[in-house]
């Protein structure tokens, strides 16, 4: 199964975020500056950008660690601040713990001064071996 098309990190999808990550195996890290063609309100990212950043980032950190795929099951968001668009953001990712084959995970959006405009907490659900 390829991911080139990958709304999120697909490197074929022509409208897609293109993210590429960085593992240090603790925590996975991609950066990323947005046009105005993703935001929602004026120089505001829109939220589902948000929500699919921070998802696709703690999705990787399972593939990057475990070489599993996963699928989440459960995703929850709490926007702290607006995320600027034209601006680089930094989205982290790092396991909290793992019972059976559902692993939890919390993941940020910050901008250059380190300034968390996003986070989330989310259940995956390891489903087979890459």
């Keep these: 199964m390829s991911d080139k098309y990958c709304f999120a990190c697909g490197e074929n999808n022509p409208i897609g975020l293109h993210l590429t990550f960085d593992f240090d195996g603790e925590r996975i890290f991609t950066k990323k500056i947005l046009p105005r063609e993703f935001e929602g309100y004026e120089g505001t990212v829109h939220g589902g950008i948000i929500s699919t950043m921070l998802d696709e980032t703690m999705c990787k950190f399972i593939e990057a660690k475990y070489h599993e795929k996963s699928v ?9 601040f607006p995320t600027p668009t034209e601006q680089e953001l930094k989205i982290t990712a790092w396991q909290e713990n793992q019972r059976k084959n ?9 901008t250059a001064d380190g300034t968390i405009t996003a986070e989330a907490t989310a259940k995956f659900a390891v489903v087979n071996a890459l």
């Design 72 to 80: 989440t099951g459960r995703l929850e968001i709490r926007f702290k």
């Design 102 to 110: 559902i692993i939890s995970m919390r993941s940020t959006i910050e």
